[in-house]
């Protein structure tokens, strides 16, 4: 028999998540690890997913829990529960998102069995399969192993998560699946999205950072580039002493750590305290009128100027390509 | 929906910020426990709940006696009992026996809401919260941004989901509550405050949870500690790496192309928006 290696590939009605299309390269590189068929599933929630199927290229089976639409995260869990156990894949995968965390949690309990989340990497060792976790805020990695039977459960951390895709491939091969579920405990009530200024830091796709180098007269422009970007404000413990921002948004140690694709971090010197806290950040760019600023070395692009000067020609371009 | 008892699972954790490790023995050095600050918020939580409808906040932690300690300190800040829950056969207990753990303290009290924290800041499983409703049988949700309590024994909550998505869950109580860290900003007790001397003279209560637990086979175990090694994302041909770039990428630096740029203001903005976009 072949063994499987399954990821959840995460959609909503608005068609497949970002990290759903890192999963696909995720199977196929885990596969190569471990050895074994990458194969993908999802729950039917209202996506095209036949039209979006060929683009997963690399699966070789694409399993489709049919008419699953409007669940709540417990039902999604028990409909993924009931398909697991009665496929028993090798091993079933998450991407390390709030959503996906938590499945691979509910489904693993579910099923007495081992679950190991944020993974770093999965490693092969005489014949078992270990899985590389970082801990102590990255102070060193933990080598975890299951102690439980397959499937094994592991979420992927979204740093380790990679965005490849081969085009040569061939589409998966498409098994429909019905659902088997029981009632939830908890009812949703209701769902909705929050506007892009009430985004918490830690959710947000693009954070705007605000340091010390931001004079009071700059706030203004800066949440209109938060709203063209989409963006969340927060800052240096600095900024909120200086009343720029409130004590919510501060970053760092002693505030919130991101997880956002792209840090924008203006007029800030970064200072150790203020790092940590954009240590999970996927991009960085950074405005700062001293050349020396230590944020310069984290930062993929690194601007040495006057955000006086920078922010009103960079506002004017993107309220330019919006309309 | 008077006097409400809440249990906070809070954590002791290793300081990760002190905590040294050595690279050649693979162990870490010195151990500073500390309560996880990501616990902080669910003590706050339960303070407010207690305000507004009267209750009882009780702080439950599984841990060796070191603990107490720290637990002491949440009666400072206006828990209304702590109690240190341990077997002292335990050796390194993944979360699914602390879980285990846990359920004895609670099968031991009345209570009506857990809460608990997302994740760890020390090994952070993020595991802990669906493990423990399981093992009581009670519904849970986790990421919890706001709660309100609707009727006698009904809880409404709302919970975060990626990039600013949320959903309103109805649900009985007793109930496991994962909060987010968002949730609330926590107070400050000034020491010798009245609130403080009050917890001082308190002291953290013992229990056992010795041949409770129903299989002492671990779900997940250590291999071993090693070095910090970022994943090399393909697409990286290391047998074409210098040393250097060798050593870069073990660190886990390499493919990052740190660029530096400056000019005119229009200049730079053009540059600005070509990084955004890429
Ligand atoms: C125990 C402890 C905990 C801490 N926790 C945190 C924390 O959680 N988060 C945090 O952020 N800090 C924290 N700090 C503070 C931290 O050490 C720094 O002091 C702080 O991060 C610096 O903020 P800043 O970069 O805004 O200010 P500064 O260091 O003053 O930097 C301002 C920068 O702006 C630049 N600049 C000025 N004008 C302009 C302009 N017109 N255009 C472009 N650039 C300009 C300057 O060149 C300078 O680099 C902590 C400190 C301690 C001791
Ligand atoms: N030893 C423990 N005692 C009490 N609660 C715990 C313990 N370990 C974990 N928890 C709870 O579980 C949450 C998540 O922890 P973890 O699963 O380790 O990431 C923590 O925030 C605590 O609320």
């Known amino acids: 028999m072949v063994r499987e290696i399954w990821v959840y590939l995460e959609s909503d009605e608005n068609g497949f998540h970002e990290s759903a299309h890192r999963m696909v390269h995720e199977a196929r590189r885990t596969a190569e690890i471990v050895g074994g068929s990458p194969c993908g599933f999802l729950l039917e929630n209202g996506i095209e997913w036949s039209e979006n199927a060929p683009k997963l290229e690399g699966l070789e089976k694409l399993y489709v829990i049919q008419e699953a639409k409007g669940f709540s995260i417990e039902t999604r869990a028990g409909v993924i529960r009931n398909v697991v156990q009665k496929k028993m894949p090798h091993m079933v995968l998450f991407a390390g998102t709030f959503t996906g965390n938590e499945l691979g949690g509910r489904v693993a309990a579910a099923l007495d069995r081992g679950y190991i989340s944020d993974c770093t990497d999965f490693e092969m060792d005489d014949g078992l399969v270990f899985a590389r976790k970082s801990i102590y805020g990255g102070k060193a990695d933990v080598l975890l192993k299951w102690e439980t039977a397959f499937p094994l459960f592991a979420s992927i951390h979204l740093n380790s998560l990679e965005n490849i895709s081969v085009s040569s491939a061939q589409p998966p091969e498409v098994v429909l699946l019905k659902k088997d579920m029981e009632a939830p405990r908890a009812k949703l009530r209701n769902r909705w999205r929050v506007p892009p200024s009430e985004l918490d830091l830690n959710e947000a796709a693009i954070v705007i950072g605000v340091g010390k180098g931001v004079p009071f007269s700059s706030m203004s422009e800066i949440?209109?580039?938060?709203?063209?970007?989409?963006?969340?404000?927060?800052?240096?413990?600095?900024?909120?002493?200086?009343?720029?921002?409130?004590?919510?948004?501060?970053?760092?140690?002693?505030?919130?750590?991101?997880?956002?694709?792209?840090?924008?971090?203006?007029?800030?010197?970064?200072?150790?305290?203020?790092?940590?806290?954009?240590?999970?950040?996927?991009?960085?760019?950074?405005?700062?009128?001293?050349?020396?600023?230590?944020?310069?070395?984290?930062?993929?692009?690194?601007?040495?100027?006057?955000?006086?000067?920078?922010?009103?020609?960079?506002?004017?371009?993107?309220?330019?390509?919006?309309? | 929906m008077e006097g409400l008892k809440i249990v906070v699972c809070s954590k002791t954790i290793t300081d990760p910020d002190l905590v040294t490790f050595d690279v050649v023995k693979e162990e870490f050095g010195a151990v500073y426990p500390i309560p996880d600050p990501m616990d902080e918020y669910l003590l706050e939580e339960a303070i407010r709940i207690r305000e507004k409808h009267g209750g009882e906040i009780i702080v439950l932690s599984a841990g060796p006696e070191e603990i107490e300690k720290i637990l002491e300190k949440t009666l400072r800040f206006g828990a209304d009992r702590a109690i240190r829950i341990w077997d002292d056969g335990l050796m390194d207990p993944d979360t699914w026996m602390i879980s285990q753990v846990i359920e004895k303290g609670l099968r031991g009290i009345e209570f009506d809401l857990v809460l608990c924290g997302s994740r760890s800041s020390d090994t952070g499983s993020g595991t802990f919260v669906p493990l423990l409703a399981r093992n009581l049988d009670l519904p849970c949700i986790c990421g919890v941004v706001s709660m309100e309590f609707e009727a006698k024994t009904t809880l409404v909550a709302h919970k975060k989901l990626e990039r600013g998505m949320r959903e309103e869950y109805v649900l009985a109580f007793p109930a496991v509550l994962g909060l987010d860290p968002g949730i609330n900003l926590p107070r400050y007790v000034a020491p010798y405050s009245k609130v403080y001397c009050r917890g001082m003279q308190r002291s953290v209560e013992r229990m056992t949870a010795t041949s409770f637990l129903k299989v002492l086979e671990k779900r997940v175990s250590v291999g071993r500690l090693c070095q910090r090694k970022p994943r090399v994302k393909k697409g990286i041909n290391t047998s074409a790496l210098s040393m250097q770039d060798r050593l870069r990428m073990m660190r886990g630096e390499l493919g990052d192309k740190k660029r530096r740029f400056q000019g005119e203001p229009a200049a730079v903005a053009r540059e600005i928006l070509k990084e955004i976009k890429m």
């Open chain 1, 223 to 323: 949440y209109r580039l938060s709203e063209v970007l989409e963006a969340a404000v927060g800052g240096t413990r600095i900024a909120v002493h200086a009343g720029l921002i409130p004590v919510e948004r501060q970053i760092g140690t002693t505030g919130k750590w991101l997880n956002s694709d792209l840090y924008i971090a203006l007029g800030i010197s970064g200072a150790p305290q203020h790092m940590m806290g954009i240590k999970d950040v996927r991009k960085i760019i950074a405005v700062n009128m001293w050349k020396g600023a230590s944020i310069f070395q984290k930062a993929d692009l690194g601007v040495v100027g006057d955000l006086r000067e920078i922010l009103p020609e960079l506002l004017v371009l993107l309220e330019k390509g919006k309309r």
